[in-house]
């Protein structure tokens, strides 16, 4: 009998309707002798409102209670697929992150899975239930709720995978797999049958919002098979695995517009001065990226940072560093993901022929082995992307 872990995105589980349609499709599974665990995320929008009410009451919520807050979104999911399930007779028990066994570090807002203690999973499991897990939130070592931030959930269905050693691990949402890049953006982007670890992680890492770039770390680590399918369509979708890509193969194209280039500047400067600055972004979990000291003479800084992490970066500017004067501008990043791309001139050739004929100014640019990355000094349109998905990827 194989055990399998599936994950129901926001999207699957938005409403009543919805979440009976994910009801039929545990039904299947179950119907088919086999071992469920099904994750879920919070419904629909539930998230997002969340902390907009939240920030009606404070311009910088206390990260602690903002996990509290945060997590009743993926309980009320889990109640109510259990309650349909039981319902139709399919015995079914749900448990929040804490009650799964689910042992995280002690960061709010982005905790990191340490450990899951399995037993009353596999106790359920083998009582003939299925178990419904709330996705994205665990438990410290205080006792307090975490988060694993957005998207999370993710990592919550591979990290339980790996440890009860399922089959596979399923990840549904509202589309039926990976793309070559997003189809919102690009009308001819195709879906992908299979990526390597490494390539699906460099797509998360640059910003797609198709997995947690976590989960991907997580089931390379562990051997997981992950597949991302569509909750509503049939199909394969896509698989992501460790199996070896040979050749030069162009497999994505990630346009992320959700950054912010900082420049700032300080008259007071020693190498000290600028490892405690780093220090700070760091204590503070701020994420900062692509950061240069610009001068050997004053402190001269750049960095990007994603836009939900900006208020807080912000909060540390009026509070810590305020003796850094900042200047602001939002800017896009694309990335060219593939095997190979480093050994082969004419990729890059490619890409800068498109770039002259858009007068494209470009920021900054990095060349890796399987991945081109160009930073533009403002946000550029989706006509670039559509013409270095038109000439890259057959």
Not at 232 to 242: A, H, L, M, P, Y
Not at 279 to 308: A, C, P, Q, Y
Not at 352 to 376: G, P, T, W
Request: proline share 1%.
């Amino acid at each position: 009998m194989d055990t399998i872990v599936l994950k129901f995105g926001g999207s699957s589980v938005a409403d009543n309707i919805k979440l009976n349609l994910v009801a039929d499709k545990i039904k299947e599974f179950y119907n088919n002798n086999q071992r469920v665990v099904a994750v879920v995320s919070a419904q629909g929008k539930t998230t997002d409102n969340l902390i907009k009410e939240a920030a009606t009451l404070s311009n910088m919520p206390n990260e602690r209670e903002m996990d509290v807050l945060l997590s009743t979104g993926e309980q009320v999911s889990m109640a109510k697929l259990s309650i349909l399930l039981n319902r139709d007779n399919v015995p079914t028990i749900s448990l929040t992150g804490w009650q799964a066994g689910i042992k995280t570090n002690n960061t709010n807002q982005d905790a990191i899975i340490e450990d899951i203690d399995t037993t009353r999973i596999k106790q359920e499991l083998d009582q003939g239930k299925v178990v419904i897990v709330a996705g994205f939130q665990g438990i410290n070592e205080k006792g307090d709720i975490t988060t694993l931030g957005r998207g999370g959930s993710d990592t919550t269905a591979v990290a339980i995978a790996a440890k009860i050693k399922a089959d596979h691990c399923y990840i549904f949402s509202d589309v039926d797999g990976i793309y070559t890049t997003d189809p919102n953006q690009v009308t001819i982007a195709k879906k992908i049958d299979s990526l390597s670890y490494q390539e699906m992680l460099d797509i998360a890492d640059e910003g797609a919002k198709v997995l947690h770039n976590r989960c991907v770390e997580v089931g390379e680590k562990f051997g997981v098979p992950i597949i991302a399918k569509s909750t509503f369509k049939e199909g394969k979708g896509t698989e992501i695995n460790n199996k070896p890509v040979e050749g030069i193969l162009i497999k994505n194209i990630v346009k992320n517009d959700k950054l912010i280039y900082v420049h700032g500047v300080s008259k007071k400067y020693s190498t000290q001065d600028f490892n405690s600055i780093y220090n700070k972004f760091v204590i503070n979990e701020i994420g900062v990226k692509n950061l240069i000291n610009n001068s050997d003479k004053n402190l001269d800084m750049s960095f990007t940072i994603s836009k939900d992490k900006f208020s807080k970066f912000t909060n540390l500017l009026e509070t810590e560093l305020q003796n850094l004067d900042c200047t602001y501008k939002e800017i896009t990043r694309i990335s060219i993901i593939g095997n190979g791309i480093m050994s082969n001139n004419s990729v890059l050739k490619n890409v800068m022929n498109i770039l002259d004929e858009e007068k494209a100014e470009i920021l900054s640019m990095e060349v890796a082995e399987s991945k081109i990355s160009i930073m533009f000094k403002e946000i550029v349109s989706n006509d670039i992307l559509q013409k270095l998905h038109k000439e890259l990827i057959k």
